[in-house]
Every structure is written in C-alpha cells, then in structure tokens.
Nanobody, 124 residues
C-alpha cells in the first residue's frame, strides 16, 4: 500500500506562485507514475499534470501548460507541482494520485492511490 499526503496549498493572489508537495510512504514510488488532479466546487475532478517513474516524460493539461511544472525526487519519495502565474480559475482542491504504471495517464481509474487533497485558492 502507498499513502500519499499533499501539502502546500493556501490562499494566494492572482499571478503568484506556489509549490505543492506530495509525500509518499508505505512503499517506494520510484517505479510508478504520479499525477496531480484538481477538483473545483461543482466540477468533476480533472487531470492537471503527470510525471513518469524516472521523470523523463511529463504531461500537462492544456489549461496549465507553460505555467505548471511537475517534478519528482525518488530519493525521498516525493513529487512536486510548481505553479506559476496562478489564476482564479486554478482555485480547487489538488490531489496527488499514484499509479501502478510507469507512465502517467490522464484517466482517473489508472490511479489506485490518492491523497486527501490540499486547497489552493487564488484571489483576483
């Protein structure tokens, strides 16, 4: 089993930057892809960014491409989401999701492990 804990979410202003952290425990995630999803009030949970097991391939939703960067440090079992130029529409609960596959997928069913989420609020 893998436990995932997100942190770093808070209230920021439009244009600010923020870094979210996903800390994994229970087993190593070094051979698995990890992705970030988000869910805004009244909306479906959506894919944001994903990184493969060796950080050689990252994929992003069109809405965050060029502003967000996903990275990982397998030595400490941690994945990050660096968010720049934040917009009010980025306001959501952000979830870290662990896959059993080496490559990231856009599909939620590919991720059996989920954290509890961290709230990001961007004010205009």
């Amino acid at each position: 089993q893998v436990q995932l804990v997100e942190s770093g979410g808070r209230l920021v202003q439009a244009g600010d930057s923020l870094r979210l952290t996903c800390a994994a425990s229970g087993r190593s995630i070094s051979t698995y892809a990890v992705s970030w999803f988000r869910q805004a009030p009244g909306k479906e949970r959506e894919f944001v960014a994903g990184i493969n097991y060796i950080a050689s391939r990252m994929v992003y939703a069109d809405s965050v491409k060029g502003r967000f960067t996903v990275s990982r440090d397998n030595a400490i079992n941690t994945v990050y989401l660096h968010m720049n130029s934040l917009k009010p529409e980025d306001t959501a609960v952000y979830y870290c999701a662990g896959s059993l596959r080496a490559e990231a997928s856009f599909d939620r069913p590919a991720y059996p492990y989920w954290g509890q989420g961290t709230q990001v609020t961007v004010s205009s």
